[in-house]
């Protein structure tokens, strides 16, 4: 088949064969991206229209327990200067943000103990109680069943826990012995058990991944069938072990992003800092290849530059209100609107 039947192929039927993403993913030209990003944005635009929406991100600590070997804020990474937000100090990003008109939050964090269960719950049933009309996102990493359950109860709606490879053993390239794919995987059912909206994903191009593993992705995410899916170049952090391995490319991150659309039509698909990152353009082009998401940083300017999980992010110098300006002048250029609103997943 031509590429051009194999995009026609996927979006009628959601899914390919393997030897079909294959050559999908090898071998597509400038003139079939077009054409898949056309059909990518009549399948986002059936369910979602012209919007956008954003989510509020507010990174409330960079400690971490766990040492993965891609990111800057691994444990062992002693050159990290490490900070915690208070509640008060996160309650007070959250109402700058509900005032530029953010409706939802996304507290973010390394895997940090020293927050109990109890702690998040206390700041997610704040936010709730505050602002009934928002929605609260965690992406805290990986906690036991009955932590997640917490978290549910104490009114949090949305959690995000990228998969990072469905492949076991590129899975231990990645990460030290005592992290598991199958923690992982369990942590993410368990998550969409409970009843959140869930997210996973995984990052394009990190070192040792094939087109195989990326099939793997693939699969993983169909039968998982999450409401959110975020994906964004591997770039590597100086302060690493991978600091000499290859950035991932923002051509393979679009098609994803457009591949990923086609998949899974109603998913909410972020374009992701990291993709802004490594193309200046780059989150208006994912806007323009499927993705329907931006995540503009709402957290306080002093710790912004330090939530460091690669070299070069953008956006770390930004005032709230800056950041909010830049991104409807941006999204307005694509074609796009803001949309204020909560912006659930389509049923
Ligand atoms: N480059 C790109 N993305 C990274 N992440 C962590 N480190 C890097 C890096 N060096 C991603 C992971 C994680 C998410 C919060 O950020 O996929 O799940
Ligand atoms: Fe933050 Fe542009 S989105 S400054």
């Known amino acids: 088949m031509t590429n051009t039947e194999l995009i026609d192929k996927l979006r009628n039927e959601s899914s390919l064969t393997d030897d079909e993403f ?3 993913l090898e071998s597509l030209d400038e003139k079939d991206e077009e054409y898949l990003y056309a059909r990518a944005r009549e399948r986002k635009e059936e369910f979602y229209g012209k919007d956008v929406y954003l989510r509020g991100l507010i990174e409330f600590t960079n ?3 766990n040492d993965c070997l891609y990111c800057g804020i691994r444990c062992s990474n002693k050159n990290a200067e490490r900070y915690r937000l208070k509640k008060e100090e996160i ?5 700058n943000g509900y005032k530029l008109g953010f409706r939802t939050f996304v507290l973010q964090g390394g895997e940090d103990l020293s927050y ?30 009955e932590s997640y359950e917490k978290f549910f109860k104490a009114g949090a709606d949305r959690y995000l826990l990228r998969h990072e490879t469905a492949n076991e053993e590129h899975y231990s390239k990645l990460h030290p012995n005592n992290l598991s794919p199958e923690n992982r995987k369990r942590c993410l059912r368990d998550l969409k058990e409970i009843g959140f909206q869930t997210g996973a994903g995984m990052m394009v191009g990190s070192p040792f991944q094939t087109i195989d ?13 999450p409401e959110m899916v975020g994906i964004g170049p591997f770039i590597p952090h100086k302060d690493t072990p991978f600091k000499d391995k290859a950035e991932g490319r923002a051509e393979d991150t679009l098609h994803l992003l457009a591949i990923i659309r086609l998949m899974l039509p109603k998913v909410l698909l972020p374009a992701t800092t990291a993709l802004g990152t490594i193309d200046a353009r780059g989150r208006e082009k994912g806007l323009l290849a499927g993705a329907n998401v931006i995540m503009p940083n709402l957290s306080p300017v002093t710790v912004r530059g330090k939530y460091l999980l690669y070299d070069g992010k953008i956006c770390t110098g930004e005032e709230a209100a800056e950041c909010w300006q830049c991104m409807q002048r941006r999204v307005a250029s694509t074609g796009y609107e803001v949309s204020i609103s909560r912006g659930d997943a389509k049923k």
């Open 22 to 24: 294959r050559q999908l």
């Open 116 to 145: 109990s269960d109890d702690d998040i719950c206390e700041i997610v049933s704040e936010i709730k109680r505050l602002h009934g009309d928002s929605a609260v996102t965690l992406s805290i990493g990986e906690r036991s069943r």
């Open 91 to 95: 309650m007070s990003a959250v109402e």
């Open 213 to 225: 593993n990326i099939i793997e992705d693939l699969r993983f995410l169909k039968e998982l069938s």
């Open 63 to 65: 400690y971490c327990k």
